[in-house]
């Protein structure tokens, strides 16, 4: 393309962010609310490196959590901002792929059989990383806000990769010495290396990939990799502590890993070879992306033998290759290694896949196509130009011809006739991912209509209803969710209560409290449903049993004493509305409760008292004045 390697680092950067330009306005989604809107720790840079709660999205990634805490100083929760940054992450992550390639090229062409390494331009590691970088399965950790972990994780896995295992001293001397290592790129690796370790898990293979590389491309072998690297090897492992410090301060709760998991380890990786399936899938036709794909299932071997044969091929494959053609083989471990964290045999209870898994897996597939289809569109030309030749008369072999003159067809060629159609339609697809973030309703119905229908997106998808004020369509989603999420059924006996559906909300909210019995908000919620039925007696027993349960919850309290005037029991309801207006001592509410029950024990002054302490918390909108007139004028005190 005759822009050199600056020039095509600006082209892929401006690609970026053109490409991702229109996910900017998209709103906090899923995730986002817990790790960033409503995310305290955040608020300060001084405490966003703290250890944050157990089963928090940022538990144990404090340097993410970091960023974050920039953001907010800088805009606050204006999502622009936050969103601004994934993408040039992302940038920063593909410029790294287009240098790591680029190594590994020229390290191979200089260090082993160069006649047997493949031809290598800038172009061609520019082609990869633009296809890559525009491809539609890497849009989840761009436009799901938290999923920057996987954006940072990334870059220092590369940065490690580039700096560590991609360092080699250059061509072989004319006396043959192999290459030697040292000065401070080693160093740079592995700090990358400990950085990426407090971002994501998934770093943790980063160094066997760093050896698997140096022995692919630069040295041959794990022995002679090993002498002469042992304590660059060493020092890279070493980081794994920074690892289990993170996690043990910091543990990512019942999530991942073995403990609280729903399937076990087996059930796990069956679930594995579907999600693996289909992750290669939408490699090359990347179409009906799903962000949640939901819990793993219950399956057998036989409901995913024909899943689980593709991927023990694969496997099976990358073996051999590892030994008979290294390059090829370093794909395929590159593949398997990065996915292995979160797609093998360690239970990840939340979900069964996700596509933001495949961010570093799609690198070696994306590398494996465009060399493979460069290398046979450019051998094809050079023979087709050699027997051009032999037709013109030249005579002599057809290839040495070709190599004098050179072939019709170049890789620079390669990159316009080919990557660039290819780049197009990519681009043109992830533009339209994007646009699926703007609506959170068109998101989660994306999810519900691409992938067998689960919980949590019927959940989601009622949240969004919610906020565009759609409540009917809003239950609907709510009753398909309670039978894998019985937890919410208190929250559709809310909804089914504010719609005026008063006996569909006793019933859900009934079953609710049998299945969680230490609920108090939930027997709350059940008395006022009992209670705009009218059958009191009920009402009173269901908010007894809340108070008895929390004493220290003022609103039951309140809930309570509300029962007790309405059956003049006014000793009972002074009791009890004193409580709620020692527990809640702001909430006007509380204190006319008080005064009203005070009038039923003819304690005037005090409930005098009471009505205008309600006044001096909210002098507006308060059936305190009107009550304050009433007993005023009934004892004879009105100016």
């Not at 002469?228 to 502590?241: F, I, S």
């Not at 023979?383 to 002599?396: C, E, P, T, V």
């Amino acid at each position: 393309m005759g822009l050199g390697i600056w020039g095509l680092g600006f082209v892929l950067a401006f690609a970026g962010f053109a490409v991702y330009w229109n996910s900017l306005a998209a709103p906090f989604t899923f995730d986002d609310e817990h790790a960033i809107v409503i995310n305290e720790q955040i608020r300060h840079i001084s405490t966003s490196l703290s250890p944050t709660e157990q089963g928090s999205p940022l538990a144990g990634r404090p340097l993410v959590s970091l960023t974050f805490a920039v953001n907010y100083t800088l805009g606050g929760l204006d999502v622009r901002g936050y969103r601004l940054v994934n993408v040039a992450f992302h940038v920063v992550v593909a410029l790294l792929l287009f240098g790591c390639v680029g190594r590994a090229f020229t390290a191979r062409q200089n260090n082993l059989a160069p006649r047997k390494a493949a031809p290598y331009t800038p172009d061609l590691a520019f082609a990869i990383a633009l296809i890559w970088m525009v491809h539609p399965l890497v849009t989840e950790p761009v436009d799901y806000v938290s999923q920057r972990t996987e954006l940072m994780m990334a870059a220092f896995f590369l940065a490690t990769l580039y700096f560590g295992g991609s360092t080699f001293a250059g061509r072989r001397s004319e006396r043959g010495t192999r290459p030697t290592y040292g000065g401070t790129r080693p160093t740079l690796s592995v700090i990358c290396c400990a950085l990426g370790m407090a971002c994501k898990e998934t770093m943790v293979v980063a160094p066997v990939v760093v050896m698997l590389y140096d022995r692919t491309f630069t040295f041959g072998s794990f022995r002679d990799a090993l002498q002469r690297r042992g304590w660059y090897y060493a020092a890279l492992c070493a980081t794994w502590l920074v690892l289990v410090a993170l996690l043990w301060s910091a543990p990512r709760g019942d999530s991942a890993g073995f403990a609280g998991a729903s399937v076990s380890p087996w059930t796990y990786l069956l679930n594995q070879s579907v999600m693996i399936v289909r992750y290669l899938r939408l490699t090359f036709w990347p179409r009906g992306l799903v962000l949640d794909y939901g819990e793993p299932l219950h399956v057998t071997i036989g409901d995913v033998a024909p899943y689980l044969v593709v991927v023990v091929a694969l496997l099976a494959a990358t073996i051999v290759a590892l030994v008979r053609n290294p390059p090829i083989g370093f794909l395929g471990a590159w593949f398997f290694l990065t996915l292995a964290p979160t797609s093998s045999i360690l239970p990840i209870s939340t979900e069964v896949g996700a596509e933001r898994r495949m961010y570093l897996p799609l690198m070696a597939v994306v590398v494996l196509v465009v060399v493979g289809v460069g290398r046979r569109f450019t051998r094809r030309q050079i023979d087709l130009a050699g027997r051009n030749r032999l037709r013109q008369g030249y005579g002599g072999p057809p290839k040495l011809y070709a190599k004098a003159e050179g072939p019709p067809y170049t890789p620079e060629r390669l990159v316009y006739f080919l990557v660039v159609p290819v780049a197009i339609a990519l681009s043109v697809a992830t533009y339209q991912r994007n646009a699926e973030y703007l609506s959170g309703l068109t998101l989660w119905q994306s999810v519900l209509d691409r992938w067998p229908p689960h919980a949590r997106a019927h959940r989601s998808l009622a949240a969004e209803l919610k906020l565009a004020n759609r409540p009917d369509e809003e239950i609907v989603h709510l009753r398909a969710a309670v039978t894998d999420l019985p937890e919410i059924r208190n929250v559709l006996g809310l909804e089914l209560l504010a719609l005026g559906r008063n006996a569909e909300a006793v019933n859900e909210l009934r079953i609710y409290v049998r299945d969680y019995p230490r609920d108090a908000d939930a027997w709350s919620n059940l008395g006022n449903a009992l209670a705009a039925l009218g059958r009191t007696d009920e009402a009173l027993q269901a908010f007894q049993r809340a108070v008895a349960i929390d004493p220290n919850n003022g609103l039951s309290q309140r809930n309570l004493a509300l029962q007790y005037v309405q059956q003049n029991d006014f000793d009972n309801a002074v009791e009890h509305a004193r409580a709620a207006a020692r527990l809640t001592p702001n909430d006007p509410a509380a204190h006319n409760l008080l005064g009203l029950a005070l009038i039923g024990q003819q304690k005037v002054d005090d409930a005098i008292a009471e009505f205008r302490a309600s006044l001096a918390l909210q002098p507006d909108n308060n059936d305190a004045a009107g009550y304050l007139e009433r007993t005023l004028s009934a004892a004879g005190r009105l100016p």
